[in-house]
């Protein structure tokens, strides 16, 4: 647990880097590490992947339902951006991100779920 959480940390400082990059290609880059880092969260406490998503939500939200649901829902929607768009996957079906706003816009919101997730970790 202790190595990945690490490599979890190395991943999120490359991205970090990378994303104060003035050019297209460094700050996909710093999406797809971060993105890296978001997958490897979801298998911190199993392997099996959903399983170990609800025991995270489960520790962020706290007893609080309704932060629950919201969680699940941010943590569906992200995972559901990662598949479509050119984030994770780079084959001809997926979503090329072209715009360096819409690359910020997405960093900064799976920055806020990671952040969330590694107080609770």
């Known amino acids: 647990e202790k190595g990945e959480y690490n490599k979890v940390l190395e991943l999120i400082?490359?991205?970090?880097?990378?994303?104060?990059?003035p050019n297209v290609k460094d700050r996909t880059y710093a999406l797809e590490k971060l993105w890296d880092a978001y997958e490897r969260i979801k298998t911190f406490y199993t392997e099996k992947k959903k399983q170990s998503t609800e025991?995270?939500?489960?520790?962020?939200?706290?007893?609080?339902?309704?932060?629950?649901?919201?969680?699940?829902?941010?943590?569906r929607h992200l995972t559901h951006i990662?598949?479509?768009?050119?984030?994770?996957?780079?084959?001809?079906?997926?979503?090329?991100?072209?715009s360096l706003k819409h690359i910020d816009y997405?960093?900064?919101?799976?920055?806020?779920?990671?952040?969330?997730?590694?107080?609770?970790?």
């Open 13 to 21: 400082d490359l991205a970090i880097e990378d994303i104060k990059k």
């Open 55 to 75: 025991q995270l939500i489960d520790e962020i939200s706290e007893g609080t339902s309704n932060f629950n649901e919201l969680l699940t829902d941010e943590f």
């Open 82 to 98: 990662g598949n479509q768009f050119q984030v994770r996957h780079f084959e001809t079906d997926k979503i090329q991100i072209k």
């Open 106 to 121: 997405l960093f900064y919101r799976m920055i806020a779920i990671i952040d969330l997730c590694l107080k609770s970790i």
